[in-house]
């Protein structure tokens, strides 16, 4: 798989009968750059590990109950209850299509639970 390739899509349903984070809505990197991700799942919960490459930006897509659902970015709170909150390397978010949108702007590794 190539730097700009899609991973494959789930096999089959992810948390809660959702599918794949990185799946159903990529990151947007920049050119050329290569990102690694991995996630797994509880009955009621997702957990997403990214690694952003150094000089590199975008958003991360988390697929979540609702508006009133709570996201987490390496332990601390980014979302919950329809209100972000800024934690390292994370400074926006918004809610659209049952998705919390994270903006991320600095490289690192990103732990998220949803």
Not at 9 to 18: E, F, V
Not at 37 to 62: E, F, R
Request: charged share 10%.
């Amino acid at each position: 798989m190539g730097p700009h390739d899609r991973p494959p899509a789930p096999t089959g349903p992810g948390p809660c009968g959702r599918t794949s984070p990185a799946a159903t809505a990529p990151p947007a990197w920049g050119a050329g750059a290569s990102l690694s991700h991995g996630w797994s799942t509880a009955p009621t919960s997702a957990l997403l590990t990214i690694d952003v490459p150094k000089g590199t930006s975008g958003t991360i897509a988390v697929p979540v109950a609702g508006r009133d659902s709570t996201v987490t970015v390496n332990g601390n709170v980014v979302w919950r209850h329809g209100t972000f909150t800024a934690a390292a390397g994370v400074t926006g978010a918004v809610f659209a299509s049952n998705h919390v949108h994270l903006k991320v702007k600095q490289h690192g590794s990103y732990e998220v639970a949803a």
